[in-house]
């Protein structure tokens, strides 16, 4: 009578039961006064909403258990709840701003052109000026311009792309380092801006 139905998800079942509880006013913080319907459940005067679940344990039955098409029925609910979830999951990024890698990317974008977060512009070091070529960028751009200076110098190792050699720039710049990392790299670039 609570929850409608005689086939439902666990967690269904208790969400439905805590909708009751709000609509008929019965909450009192952390646990709920049991009306008529619910001292007839759980047979308590007053029961802990992290009680809900183990009380409803003996008035629930698999539906392997239960005979009849109810295992059918459960099969076919989680079937449709799968799809659900799926569809939710897939939505394509042109849709309009719907789907979550859209929205991700809307955000970004808004980021960049507001130069806020990563995209706030930073005031270069002369030390790490020398390697970019500019007074203010933001970080993303800072990590293009050292990596293209790298490349361009030849100091990437050609066994192992993420180390590289240094030189007196890069030196400069890492702390008097022969060699450095991707990893390790944006430790010392952090050392060498600050706030325009």
């Not at 001292?39 to 183990?54: E, H, K, P, R």
């Not at 007196?168 to 060699?179: D, H, N, P």
Request: hydrophobic letters at 35%; charged letters at 30%.
């Amino acid at each position: 009578d609570i929850v409608g139905t005689d086939l439902m998800p666990r967690n269904e079942i208790v969400k439905r039961v805590s909708e009751y509880v709000k609509a008929h006013g019965l909450g009192q913080g952390r646990s709920f006064r049991c009306d008529k319907k619910l001292q007839s459940i759980f047979g308590a005067d007053s029961l802990m909403y992290i009680q809900i679940t183990s009380s409803l344990a003996p008035h629930l039955v698999k539906p392997e258990d239960a005979g009849g098409d109810a295992l059918v029925r459960a099969e076919a609910m989680e079937r449709l709840t799968l799809e659900e979830l799926f569809r939710e999951s897939s939505s394509p990024a042109d849709d309009g701003g719907e789907g979550r890698r859209a929205r991700r990317t809307a955000s970004t974008e808004k980021a960049r052109a507001e130069g806020k977060g990563i995209f706030q512009p930073l005031k270069l070091s002369p030390a790490l000026e020398a390697i970019t070529g500019a007074k203010v960028l933001s970080r993303p751009e800072i990590s293009r311009k050292v990596w293209a200076y790298i490349k361009s110098q030849g100091l990437q190792d050609p066994t192992d792309g993420r180390k590289f050699r240094c030189d007196s720039k890069m030196q400069t710049l890492m702390g008097g380092l022969e060699e450095g990392t991707a990893f390790s790299l944006p430790k010392y670039i952090s050392k060498h801006v600050s706030k325009t």
